[in-house]
């Protein structure tokens, strides 16, 4: 089907802003058939399943039709349960933030009646209720439907599973017959054919198919990972597969913005990306990703959505995710064009019962993955180093070099084996932990510090009241001790004092190095920390 753009849809510039802030791009097919027939004002039966849009199906053309100047409730939408009353409101507010006057209110069992009856007296134009609490304003009067020219049944097969037939009846027969009946159902049971016959008329069928799905050229793993640990994992495998573009999925605005400080500390050039962001934001950080300039993108689900860019060679799930839909969505970023991609989903607990409905949902092999270790990593690392030697070897012309290094060797007692393990180094940036045939570095028994498992907490007499940032202790324990920012775990910064992790085997290195160091003029002291 031909994609469909919102501003070709005769939208307000108010519903369109408020649809290219949450990045909306192009319509679903659910939203590019029913938006149309929903403004049209006829009565609609929607086929479709979660994660298709249907909530933005319904809302931008009820939005559109709402009265922002009459002060009453117009739409009635019914949920199966609270979660989706809360989450359809929060989606619907989103959608009409830049239209002036209009009032969307949840109402659902298990809160304070009589809070939601304080907040109904302000006048809601939009209500989204569960049926048992909506029956229960109507019948105290506290919702009155005089002026409600359209009703939405969402997940109409799910409310009568939960045995809100009655509930829902009831409610339908206060609204006036001069309404638009709007129902959406994944399913079309019996039950809801009798009541499409009973309360629609001449009602539109709009049925949208979950698409054929195309992951074959995408290898998808997944790691058994605690929560606690993600971020450690997640940097491994960045190093470890040192993928082009990145972009890592995560289910909350929260998370999107933790993750995105704590890779930046750690030294990687990621940005983070989601609904709360201004539009200039967004596109700028969208410029630096498209660009190079930006490594990794975190991302929300709403925020990704019509994001078209070739070169994403990873995408991780750091979350999983609730929709089997949103998984294909997203891991369908990479392998564009042919090009194989890599798909990396982090699992702990009952969500592997999840990746095996995912698995189902795809018809695709989701494999376990054992997490690199930092020697694995090491290794890695210096094979890619050889492979652009190997290329350099075979491409350019090397004779002035060859004399060179031929003159260096025999002026000096170093082997012309020395100064390429030399270069090797210089290239792998200090590596962490040298690959096995190359030499390793000391091990020293720091006793339980409290840090992450392979790390060591160190302790430093400096914080937040000396107006120092966790970005400066980054800069001053990277930059003295020779190893590579990515490398530094946890900052967790005091009044005065901070607390800093890094590997094990890089904790006498950093001790030594930051012993006459000062950080913005100030000197200080290093020293190993306690158990905490």
């Known amino acids: 089907m031909e994609t469909i753009k919102f501003d070709e849809l005769g939208l307000t510039p108010q519903i369109l802003r408020g649809i290219k802030e949450m990045?909306?791009?192009?319509?679903?097919?659910?939203?590019?058939?029913?938006?149309?027939?929903?403004?049209?004002?006829?009565?609609?039966?929607?086929?479709?399943?979660?994660?298709?849009?249907?909530?933005?199906?319904?809302?931008?053309?009820?939005?559109?039709?709402?009265?922002?100047?009459?002060?009453?409730?117009?739409?009635?939408?019914l949920s199966p349960t609270r979660e989706l009353a809360i989450q359809v409101a929060e989606e619907l507010r989103n959608l009409s933030k830049y239209m002036h006057g209009i009032k969307i209110l949840p109402v659902y069992g298990g809160q304070d009646i009589t809070k939601q009856i304080r907040s109904l007296k302000g006048g809601i134009q939009v209500i989204v209720g569960t049926p048992g609490r909506v029956m229960d304003h109507l019948r105290r009067k506290t919702i009155r439907c005089e002026d409600v020219h359209m009703i939405v049944l969402d997940e109409a097969d799910e409310m009568l599973n939960m045995g809100f037939r009655e509930d829902i009846e009831t409610v339908l027969e206060y609204i006036p017959e001069e309404r638009q009946t709007v129902l959406f159902s994944a399913t079309m049971p019996k039950p809801i054919l009798e009541i499409t016959r009973k309360y629609q008329t001449d009602a539109v069928t709009i049925k949208v198919v979950k698409k054929e799905l195309t992951v074959s050229n995408i290898e998808q793993y997944y790691y058994d990972v605690k929560r606690k640990d993600k971020i450690e994992v997640l940097t491994r495998l960045l190093d470890y597969y040192n993928p082009k573009g990145s972009i890592v999925f995560c289910n909350t605005k929260r998370m999107v913005d933790e993750l995105s400080h704590e890779l930046t500390l750690r030294g990687y050039f990621a940005e983070g990306l989601h609904g709360d962001m201004k539009q200039a934001q967004r596109d700028r950080v969208m410029a630096n990703f498209r660009k190079g300039k930006t490594d990794i993108l975190i991302a929300t689900d709403v925020a990704a959505r019509g994001l078209d860019i070739d070169y994403v060679e990873a995408v991780f799930n750091y979350d999983i995710p609730q929709d089997d839909e949103y998984y294909v969505h997203r891991i369908g970023r990479t392998g564009r064009a042919g090009r194989a991609g890599k798909a990396f989903s982090f699992i702990k607990g009952k969500e592997v019962y999840k990746l095996k409905d995912i698995m189902r949902y795809c018809k695709t092999k989701i494999f376990a993955q054992p997490i690199p270790s930092s020697e694995d990593v090491a290794q890695m690392r210096a094979e890619k180093v050889m492979d652009k030697i190997t290329t350099i070897i075979e491409e350019e012309n090397l004779r002035e070099m060859i004399n060179f290094i031929e003159k260096q060797v025999n002026e000096s007692d170093y082997t012309a084996m020395d100064i390429a393990a030399a270069f090797l180094k210089q290239a792998l940036g200090g590596l962490e932990t040298a690959p096995e045939g190359y030499g390793a570095n000391d091990h020293y028994d720091f006793g339980d510090t409290g840090a992450e498992e392979g790390m060591v907490r160190l302790f430093i007499n400096i914080g937040k009241k000396q107006k120092i940032r966790p970005g400066d202790i980054l800069g001053a324990v990277a930059g003295e001790s020779g190893m590579n920012g990515d490398?530094?775990?946890?900052?967790?910064?005091?009044?005065?004092?901070?607390?800093?992790?890094?590997?094990?085997?890089?904790?006498?290195k950093v001790l030594a190095a930051m012993k006459n160091?000062?950080?913005?003029?100030?000197?200080?002291h290093v020293e190993v920390a306690n158990s905490k």
Do not use: C, H, N, W
Request: net charge positive; charged share 20%.
């Open 23 to 77: 990045g909306f791009e192009e319509a679903t097919p659910i939203q590019a058939q029913a938006i149309p027939v929903v403004m049209s004002g006829q009565d609609v039966i929607g086929q479709a399943q979660t994660g298709t849009g249907k909530t933005a199906a319904f809302g931008i053309p009820m939005l559109q039709k709402v009265d922002p100047s009459l002060k009453k409730t117009q739409v009635m939408i």
């Open 487 to 508: 490398l530094v775990g946890t900052i967790d910064m005091y009044d005065k004092f901070t607390f800093v992790e890094v590997p094990k085997e890089y904790g006498k």
């Open 517 to 524: 160091v000062r950080i913005k003029g100030k000197e200080i």
